[in-house]
């Protein structure tokens, strides 16, 4: 019985000191210098401004600059493979695409993981659409188009003169996009 007292003996020493400590110590003021938010946040786009600039590889490791889809309606998808949300609204996206390219209507996938990751879900699970792969530098970029929040899927359709128009947050609704679609062809 004695080994049992000493033990909670221990233990309640154990937690008194603990708690000595925690009330003896600075609060954190969570301000961080200027200098170091400069550092490291990054520029967020809304509605109405010029995209930003970009260059990321497709799956054989080719860059392509954003400027490859000037003067078209672009809708940027931020994806990744494990992503149910994502993963569901592909197939859709795709459909739609098909009905509008003839119309100046583009596609621009951006999965934010790395490329063997994008190739083993797109073999399985093809889509019509050019995919670019970034892992950081895509969230960095999801970040300049409005995803302050870092949430996918994201998305962000451009208008033909370069401005984005509309941020969708989570699994598109796709009757919803295709009347936005349909007033700005």
């Not at 200027?34 to 520029?43: F, P, Y």
């Not at 494990?82 to 583009?106: G, H, S, V």
């Not at 490329?115 to 970034?134: E, N």
């Not at 996009?177 to 349909?182: G, I, K």
């Amino acid at each position: 019985m004695n080994a049992i007292k000493l033990f909670g003996l221990v233990i309640v020493s154990a937690l008194i000191g603990m708690l000595a400590f925690q009330f003896t110590q600075p609060k954190p003021t969570n301000k961080t210098p200027t200098s170091e938010v400069n550092k490291t946040t990054t520029k967020v786009t809304t509605l109405g401004q010029r995209r930003p600039a970009f260059s990321l590889p497709d799956l054989q490791d080719q860059q392509h600059s954003i400027d490859e889809w000037d003067g078209k309606l672009l809708l940027i998808n931020f994806w990744a493979s494990w992503c149910p949300p994502c993963i569901k609204e592909m197939p859709a996206l795709d459909t739609l695409r098909t009905q509008y390219q003839n119309q100046d209507f583009e596609i621009l996938g951006i999965a934010v993981e790395p490329a063997a990751d994008v190739a083993l879900y797109l073999d399985k699970s093809p889509v019509s659409y050019p995919i670019l792969y970034g892992e950081v530098n895509a969230d960095r970029i999801a970040k300049q188009y409005g995803n302050a929040i870092g949430s996918i899927p994201f998305s962000a359709l451009i208008n033909r003169d370069g401005i984005i128009i509309e941020h969708y947050f989570g699994e598109i609704d796709i009757p919803a996009l295709e009347q936005t679609l349909l007033s700005h062809l």
